[in-house]
Structure formats: C-alpha cells, structure tokens
C-alpha cells in the first residue's frame, strides 16, 4: 500500500520570500507524483507531475518539484511566493492500475504581505 | 470546454434523507470517481469506476452507493446521510494515457454537504 506525509500542515510566509512545501511517499513499488493546489472554495488544479525521468519538475505558476528516490520525497519549491499563491497544497501518489489517487494531508501556504 | 460538474454544490441536510450528488464529465474519460475532503485527511477515495457498469470501493466506501449507466454520468447515492458524511466532495475523472503512462485526474468544483 502507499502512503503520502506532508510534513507541515501550515507554512507561513512572506511575500517574495522563497518556500518549500515537503512531501514523503511510502511505496514498494514504482509510483507516480503530482502536486494539487486548492484556491479557497475551488476545486483542484493540477500543478505538476513526476511521471519518469529528469527528477527536477516544473509545473506552472512559477513551482517546481525534486523527486528523490532514495529519500522517497517530492518537494515542492517557489523561489519567490505572491499574495495569489495562498492556497492549500496537496501532495499526491498513484501506481498504475486504477488511477487512484493517495493524497497527503494537505498544507496550507499563507502568503503575507 | 472539457470540465466535470457537480450538483449541487451545497447542500444542507437531515439525517436519514437519502440524496445523489450528480457528477458529469464531457470528456468521454472511461474513468470515473468520487473523493471526499476532511480536515487533516486530505481527500480520500470513496468509490470509482472503470467503465460503464463496473465500479468498485475506494478506502471509505461505507454508506455510499454509486452507478454508472452512462460514461459520462456518476452520481453519489447517500441512501441514510449521517453527520459524519459531513464532508466536501470532489467527482474527478481520467483517462489512461499511452503517452504518458499514467491517468491524470481532472476534479470537479466539490460539492460542500452538511448533515444535521
């Protein structure tokens, strides 16, 4: 079975101040890697996903994500955070069959002027 | 526009009353199925379907019911709500794609649901 931990559930921070948001999986076998992001009352955007490959992601409004395998993590990174960026993050993991998604806990990023 | 819907969005309710939560997808997806949100849980699978007439539980299936007579419908049955269903509820769908080897899922807006 698969697990995903996302190690804050809040992260603070100030605008343009650069911010990571950490995720663990747990997995015995290979698996897939995608960051949601969940604007106050919407659904969920897709912001990026490791599927095989370079381990460095770059998904959209500016993110980015380092898959480590031998740390079974998958960081996602903003090297300059706005106002527009508050929202909250999901890390999540698939394996092949079913498609069904294994969703961390979640972490609220709050983006202070 | 590709999009999956939901109906409705909010919806406050009694126990016991039985309701579907609707779900549409316009993107012909074979792929279908239902998450709810909770705080400090993130959002996990309740129920989904592979194709028309095959479903199968998620991780917390227990009180719901689902169908799938169309590929493009597949709506959420809670025959006797209770407040621990109190919940915010995403219908998402995919498909398998060969290129990239993997299903990427496309969620609706939610459903927020109260029961009292």
């Known amino acids: 079975a698969q697990s995903v931990t996302q190690l804050d559930s809040q992260v603070p921070v100030f605008e343009e101040a650069p911010v990571e948001l950490r995720c663990n999986y747990s997995?015995?076998?290979?698996?897939?890697l995608f960051w949601y992001v969940q604007y106050p009352n919407q659904g969920l955007q897709l912001l990026l996903k490791?599927?095989?490959?370079?381990?460095l992601v770059k998904g959209i409004n500016g993110f980015e994500a380092e898959f480590n395998k031998s740390q079974t993590s998958f960081h996602l990174r903003k090297p300059s955070v706005h106002i527009s960026d508050t929202a909250e993050y999901f890390c999540a993991v698939t394996v092949f069959q079913g498609g069904k998604l294994i969703f961390g806990q979640g972490t609220e990023l709050s983006v202070k002027p | 526009e590709a999009q999956v819907t939901q109906n409705p969005r909010y919806l406050i309710t009694v126990t016991g009353k039985k309701l579907t939560v609707t779900c549409s997808q316009n993107?012909?997806?074979?792929?279908m199925s239902w998450y709810r949100q909770d705080p400090g849980l993130g959002l996990r699978q309740i129920y989904y379907s592979m194709n028309v007439e095959v479903t199968d539980k998620g991780d917390v299936p227990e009180g719901y019911k689902v169908s799938r007579k169309e590929k493009r419908n597949f709506p959420l049955i809670l025959e006797s709500p209770s407040p621990n269903q109190t919940s915010l509820y995403f219908c998402a769908s995919s498909q398998y794609g060969r290129e990239t080897r993997s299903y990427e899922q496309y969620f609706g807006p939610g459903t927020r649901l109260t029961v009292t």
């Open positions: 993107m012909n997806h074979e792929y």
């Open positions: 997995s015995s076998v290979s698996v897939y």
């Open positions: 490791y599927l095989s490959g370079s381990t």
